[in-house]
T-cell receptor
Framework: GESVGLHLPTLSVQEGDNSIINCAYS??????FIWYKQESGKGPQFIID?????DKRQGQRVTVLLNKTVKHLSLQIAATQPGDSAVYFC???????????FGGGTRVLVKP | NAGVMQNPRHLVRRRGQEARLRCSPM?????VYWYRQLPEEGLKFMVY????????ESGMPKERFSAEFPKEGPSILRIQQVVRGDSAAYFC??????????????FGPGTRLTVT
């Protein structure tokens, strides 16, 4: 769901460890999911996406897992680096051209 | 290939003035989306446009807000008679026409509007 006027949940992780960020979505009709990274003062940056006919997709150091049964999405970042410090948002889309619905976001802080 | 461009990056307006935010999509992209972001919150959809057409404006406030994407030139988000509650970051995204990659939306750097 959305956080209105609340501080973002924060995940503190040691440099080199793996990070797992979770997201719950509400619309069972959503068929496309994206993870975005947003650094302070910048626009969201596309990280990885997954379609509803898949349950796992891997990129460079990142893996997205989709569990449609419980409507849950997760982003795993391997060997977290200081440059990974940012706010991470999941977003869902029902069809090409439709609006993206964003989750509330998670702040990741990487400790050296 | 230049990304999505937005200007100005920062805009200060007094209450009652007009704000005009511009967005140039990525080369080859014909779909433009506008989103608004309040501090510590996710982005919220406002409007989706194609050239000369508004496809979905379900997220636009009923009054004072309008958007256009003319045949030539950038997309414009216009806010008339701004109020303090309009202070936010406004992001534009674009996507290509058709095909699997049309699901992907790429964002610009945003315009930070401050209403004093």
């Amino acid at each position: 769901g959305e956080s209105v006027g609340l501080h973002l949940p924060t995940l503190s992780v040691q440099e080199g460890d793996n990070s797992i960020i979770n997201c719950a979505y509400s619309n069972s009709a959503s068929d496309y999911f994206i993870w975005y990274k947003q650094e302070s003062g910048k626009g969201p940056q596309f990280i990885i996406d997954i379609r509803s006919n898949m349950d796992k997709r891997q990129g460079q150091r990142v893996t997205v897992l989709l569990n449609k049964t419980v409507k849950h999405l997760s982003l795993q970042i391997a060997a977290t680096q200081p440059g990974d410090s940012a706010v991470y948002f999941c977003a869902e889309n029902r069809a090409a051209g439709n609006k993206l619905t964003f989750g509330g976001g998670t702040r990741v802080l990487v400790k050296p | 290939n230049a990304g999505v461009m937005q200007n100005p990056r920062h805009l200060v307006r007094r209450r009652g003035q007009e704000a005009r935010l511009r967005c140039s999509p990525m080369k080859g992209h014909s779909h433009v989306y506008w989103y608004r972001q309040l501090p510590e919150e996710g982005l919220k959809f406002m409007v989706y446009l194609q050239k000369e057409n508004i496809i979905d404006e379900s997220g636009m406030p009923k009054e004072r807000f309008s958007a256009e994407f003319p045949k030539e030139g950038p997309s414009i988000l216009r806010i008339q008679q701004v109020v303090r509650g309009d202070s936010a970051a406004y992001f534009c995204a674009s996507s290509p026409e058709g095909g699997p990659s049309s699901y992907e939306q790429y964002f610009g750097p945003g315009t930070r509007l401050t209403v004093t």
